[in-house]
């Protein structure tokens, strides 16, 4: 089937075509990004599973993120320590998941754990705040940011606790037809 | 309206015991799918420790006696405020089914390793009061370290046990979706899929099930890595990247919808291809003696005349003949050439041209008119909306940030545009409507009417200059070559140009929200677009179809095709032109001598406009010119390039904010419906009622299109003993009057179940609404006062 490439078994090729939504052509692909993020630091063969991570710094300098408001918190919320150090699975999960295949209601899950800064498992206001200001780069005034805030979380707060639970959240989703198509990144 | 709420407030008292283990709601509207099992054993209290934090946090700060009394008296209390729930209070909000529910399904509880880090980072910042608690808080939170751990077994573990429930396709695709880690899917799949190949190896199956297994999975394989690799194969898939990175979703729409149009436009061209012309190729008809066709020159390309009209491209061409590959004996005079047929060798069919003809362009557009329809009805069905809200500010935070753009500049201006459509909708919510004297609103609807006025008197006036050219060039010779371009080079002129003006007096009319003034441009240039459509339509069925010797025409469809195809090539070159004069120029003008660095913005619905009318063309001409498709195609590919281009070099992305996925539907359904229905009924109407020209083409000799399909059936079964049954089925089916009747009947029968039922769960959905409020309010009701009384009680200091 074409070149045969030695980064990969084939048993581990399958396993990434079954969980995630790449193909084998673009899961060598994604190894071939990862991989020239640290030339020095990630091996070429994969085979024997090396467990190395990329740091959160080399990551987000990708063109993909470079200039994206959240990328921290998008390199975060897929890192299994919390500090953004990705090893190639995590990597090739967060592409997934940002892909235009992953379905809504995966996309929903991950976007609440973007958007929550202080992971606290809720969207509070200082959470819409934060938002809010790297949405608009200083370009609303902190009244309007308040009023904003609190106007956004009355619309979505179904339960009335001031502060929305993921329940809340992915209903906002439902009511919005353009999510799955701005929260998707091209790779 | 019926509360389904289980907690009654007289119980209250009795709750205390019971508010370690409070059992998931028993009510009867399930917010979320799957079901909190496991929230008795593990109650989250690292969500309740923070709480207790975050609480005391807050008690330092507002200190300065916040209302202390709003929860003892219920009618100042407005929203459910965090300042000073008692610990058991939040215990039992933390445990709450719809808090915890979401939590485990989203597989958010966080690693223990982060748990730790976490606790770290919020210890250092907490304040001194949560001093004495921390201790014990710590063993706590590790005692729930090793729950979560098991909870986090239990999920992958019922994940495996579903997943061995299903067929492999939708396991493997469930699986894709399940919020996982990635390390954590591949285990799961190990687990599930491999134990099925295990225990089937296992047990000694026999020879030929195992095989058939090995087939089924191989299959399963193959689809699953064939399909991503088709749509890996997608047409431009990287330069759209580029463009959706650099100029958003709105121009992305654009490029989409070319390229759906291209699909269509492939599809028309491969069946036509198949049945229509390839066999008309291969069996060419004999040439007619004409001087016309010896000499080129390269304005034949351009009007279609002269040796393109005697080619596959024209109806003209084809002939009425049947193709056998044998002869009756009866009939020896007419084919000398063919062997007779043998009654005991086996015949193969013979091809009616004119049967193929008829029956090919008709199934041509119901596979045109199903896939419209399914592709509008699943744009509609995306953006249907619950909960309806005017404004809808939160969705406008969180969805409207497009990640797939890169480029620096283009993320500023989008961050411009969502602050913009943010203060609008601020001011929208907070100011209400611009409260405008009698005077000024007088003077805009004024403004209005004028503008209005205007814009139809230039439709009106454009489509009688249409009408006026055409009459007075069938007046004189239908045929000179040069006045054949002029009347395409008019339309295409106005087509131009006219926009512009529409969009100009837009601007001048200064409408309140810019998508009042889409939509207005739009209409107006649809209006422009339908009444030249329609000036052309006549043209050619009213008058030169039905009048066709005073033109002193031999062949009016093929004369009607070539007027098409020379529609199409003179719309393609005024885009050209416009698009090096109009944007290139007017940059180089605007940069040099007017010394402002504003570029041109690229005009999303006058563009989508005009692919549409495009479209429609090529549509209605495939009845008098089957490889129209292919120009279409062709025209179709440079204009992709061509725009790529002159957006990257000329233009900027738009500041005004572009409704993406509405605007799609709206572009879809005006294909499909001016577009494709106009096309459409002309067609059926040239079939049915219009006599072909009897000197050409495969029709000559009928009164109509339509009795071609007749003649075929007769011929089918002269010819044919077995294939008899299919004129039989043919004429009993599609002939038959009754039949169709009751076909029509009971597909209205079921339209109208549906939207009966859709209907029902319309009003159960408004139902569900309101009934997700009063469960809130329940809800905020409950928890103050279960506050109320804890404190009353003595439970807990105030």
Not at chain 2, 212 to 228: D, K
Request: aromatic residues 10%; charged residues 20%; contains cysteine.
């Amino acid at each position: 089937m074409g070149n045969k490439q030695t980064i990969f078994t084939d048993e581990q090729l399958d396993a990434y075509q079954d969980c995630t939504f790449f193909t084998r052509k673009e899961i060598l692909r994604l190894h071939g990004r990862y991989h020239e993020l640290a030339p020095h630091l990630v091996p070429m063969d994969y085979t024997n599973e090396p467990d190395c991570k990329v740091p959160l710094a080399l990551i987000v300098n990708m063109p993909e993120l470079k200039e994206n408001p959240f990328r921290n918190r998008i390199v975060e919320s897929f890192s299994e320590d919390g500090m953004g150090n990705l090893s190639f699975n995590e990597f090739v999960d967060m592409f997934s998941v940002l892909s235009e295949m992953a379905p809504r209601e995966l996309k929903a899950i991950y976007a609440f754990k973007i958007y929550d800064f202080n992971v606290d498992n809720y969207l509070c206001k200082e959470d819409l705040e934060k938002t809010l200001n790297r949405l608009t780069k200083e370009e609303l005034t902190p009244e309007e940011v308040q009023l904003v805030c609190e106007k956004a979380i009355e619309e979505a707060d179904l339960d009335g606790d001031s502060k929305l639970s993921f329940a809340d959240f992915e209903n906002m989703i439902t009511r919005a037809p353009d999510f799955l198509s701005t929260f998707h990144i091209r790779i | 309206m019926a509360y389904s709420v289980n907690i009654c407030e007289t119980d209250s008292e009795s709750d205390f015991e019971n508010l370690g283990e409070s059992e998931p709601g028993q009510d009867s509207f399930q917010v979320v799918a799957e079901p909190a099992v496991s929230t008795q054993r593990c109650p989250q209290t690292d969500v309740f420790s923070e709480c207790t934090r975050i609480n005391t946090e807050h008690l330092t700060f507002t200190a300065s006696g916040h209302e202390r009394d709003e929860t003892l008296s219920r009618e100042q209390k407005k929203s459910l405020r965090r300042h000073h729930w008692s610990a058991a209070t939040l215990k039992v909000l933390a445990s709450m089914p719809s808090r915890t529910a979401g939590i485990n399904n989203a597989a958010v509880i966080p690693q223990h390793a982060r748990n730790l880090s976490q606790l770290d980072r919020h210890q250092t910042s907490s304040q001194d009061s949560s001093q004495p608690s921390r201790p014990m808080q710590e063993d706590s939170v590790q005692a729930n370290i090793e729950e979560e751990i098991c909870n986090e077994e239990n999920k992958k573990e019922q994940l495996v046990s579903i997943l061995r429930g299903l067929s492999v396709g939708e396991g493997m695709r469930k699986l894709q979706a399940s919020p996982l880690s990635l390390a954590d899917k591949m285990e799961v799949r190990q687990l599930a899929f491999s134990d099925v190949a295990e225990s089937s190896l296992i047990r000694s199956i026999p020879c030929y099930s195992r095989l058939s297994l090995y087939i089924s999975r191989t299959l399963h394989h193959c689809l699953f890595s064939c399909l991503p690799v088709l749509t890996s194969l997608q047409l431009w898939h990287s330069p759209i990247k580029r463009l959706s990175g650099r100029f958003g979703t709105g121009v992305l729409s654009y490029f989409l919808f070319l390229r759906t149009l291209l699909l269509f436009n492939l599809l028309l061209f491969v069946i036509n291809g198949l049945f229509l012309v390839f066999p008309q190729a291969v069996n060419p008809p004999p040439r007619p003696h004409d001087s016309n066709l010896d000499t080129f020159t390269g304005l034949e390309l351009l009007t279609g005349t002269g040796y393109l009209s005697q080619s596959v491209m024209f109806y003209g061409y084809y002939t009425n003949i049947i193709h056998k590959t044998c002869r009756n004996d009866s009939t020896a005079a007419e084919s000398p050439d063919l062997p007779v047929c043998d009654s005991k060798k086996p015949q193969v069919v013979p091809y009616s041209i004119p049967a193929a003809y008829f029956f090919t362009i008709v199934i041509a557009f119901y596979t045109i008119c199903i896939i419209l329809v399914y592709s509008i009805s699943k744009a509609f069905g995306r953006g249907f909306q619950v909960l309806k809200s005017n404004g809808n500010l939160a969705g406008k935070v969180f969805c409207s940030w497009d990640f797939k753009v890169i480029k620096k500049t283009s993320v500023r201006l989008q961050s411009e545009k969502i602050s913009t459509q943010l203060k609008e909708l601020l001011s929208e919510m907070l100011h209400g409507e611009n409260q405008k004297s009698c005077m000024q609103r007088l003077c805009r609807l004024m403004l209005h009417l004028v503008a209005w006025v205007a814009c139809l008197a230039t439709i009106f006036l454009s489509a009688m200059t249409v009408h006026y050219l055409s009459e007075s060039a069938i007046k004189q010779s239908c045929l000179e070559k040069t006045e054949l371009l002029l009347l395409a080079a008019v339309v295409s002129g106005i087509n131009l140009l006219l926009p512009g003006l529409f969009n100009l007096c837009a601007w001048v009319e200064n409408y309140d929200s810019p998508s009042v003034l889409v939509y207005v441009s739009i209409f107006r240039n649809l209006l422009l677009k339908v009444s030249i459509v329609g000036v052309l339509c006549f043209r050619w069925l009213g008058r030169i179809a039905v009048e066709r010797e005073r033109c002193g025409i031999q062949c009016w469809e093929s004369f009607v095709g070539q007027e098409l195809y020379r529609l199409l090539l003179m719309d393609f070159v005024f885009t050209v032109l416009y698009t090096f004069f109009g944007e290139f120029l007017w940059r180089l003008f605007t940069k040099q001598v007017l010394k402002r660095n504003r570029m041109p913005v690229f005009d999303i619905a006058r563009n989508v406009l005009e692919l549409i009318y495009g479209q429609t063309l090529t549509w209605f001409g495939v009845l008098f010119a089957p490889l129209l498709p292919a120009v279409q195609i062709i025209k179709l590919f440079v204009l992709f390039y061509m725009k790529k281009s002159s957006l990257v070099l000329n233009c900027q992305a738009s500041k005004k904010p572009w409704r993406a996925s509405q605007m799609t539907t709206f572009f879809i359904s005006l294909l499909c419906f001016p577009s494709f229905l106009g096309a459409a009924v002309s067609v059926t109407y040239t079939i049915w009622t219009i006599k072909p020209s009897s000197g050409c083409g495969p029709f000559r000799n009928l009164t109509t299109m339509f009795q071609s399909r007749q003649l075929w059936a007769q011929e089918l079964e002269n010819t044919h003993l077995i294939l008899s049954w299919l004129s039989w089925a043919y004429n009993s089916l599609v002939e038959n009057p009754l039949f169709l009747f009751l076909a029509a009947g009971v597909f209205l029968m079921v339209i109208y179940f549906h939207t009966q039922i859709i209907d029902g769960q319309r009003r159960i959905i408004s139902r569900l609404e309101k009934q997700i409020e009063n469960e809130g309010k329940d809800k905020q009701f409950l928890i103050t006062n279960l506050q109320a009384i804890y404190e009353r009680s003595g439970l807990v200091s105030p």
